[in-house]
């Protein structure tokens, strides 16, 4: 392949990954990524990385932020300080961040070792990139973050690294 012909598949590709994103977001918004998600994910069976299981009916009633991520993924492994300092600042307002690993047990086991954090990490495999999709994920990217009001109804995401800012954001309009 000459220069040209790389140069047109970069930006077909970066053209590509826009659009994803832009589509992402629309099912959202347009209210295609609806209640059978949020069920399915308060339904699953969810494991700790030791093998425990997780009772969801903790979570229900909380404002949850669910984070899907990876140990591989480096977007994932750079916001995971942010997400815990916000989770340190709104537990007491009843907000609770919930981190989907979509990596081996022994491989989430190993990065928590090295990066702890204050928020509860379950174990996704592919249930998990599946209900990431369900929850409006079209792309099955990492990371994707959803906020789920008390009510249990989605009321924002975000497909790539969040910042400190939107995330915030996202959490007070659910409060």
Do not use: H
């Amino acid at each position: 392949m000459n220069r040209r012909q790389w140069v047109i598949v970069a930006i077909t590709g970066a053209l590509a990954l826009f659009a994803g994103v832009l589509t992402s977001q629309w099912i959202y918004q347009a209210g295609l990524a609806k209640d059978p998600a949020i069920k399915a994910f308060f339904a699953n069976a969810w494991k700790t990385p030791d093998g425990n299981a997780v009772d969801t009916g903790q979570w229900q009633g909380k404002i949850l932020v669910v984070n899907f991520w990876a140990s591989w993924c480096p977007p994932c492994v750079e916001e995971m300080p942010t997400l815990d300092k916000l989770q340190a600042e709104f537990k007491s307002q009843n907000v609770l961040f919930v981190g989907i690993g979509i990596d081996s047990p022994s491989n989430i086991r190993q990065f928590l070792e090295s990066t702890p954090v204050s928020y509860p990490i379950v174990i996704g495999g592919l249930e998990g990139s599946s209900l990431s999709k369900q929850m409006g994920n079209t792309q099955g990217a990492l990371p994707y973050t959803v906020v789920i009001d008390a009510q249990g109804k989605a009321t924002s995401s975000k497909l790539g690294k969040i910042s400190e800012e939107e995330l915030r954001k996202y959490i007070k309009s659910a409060l």
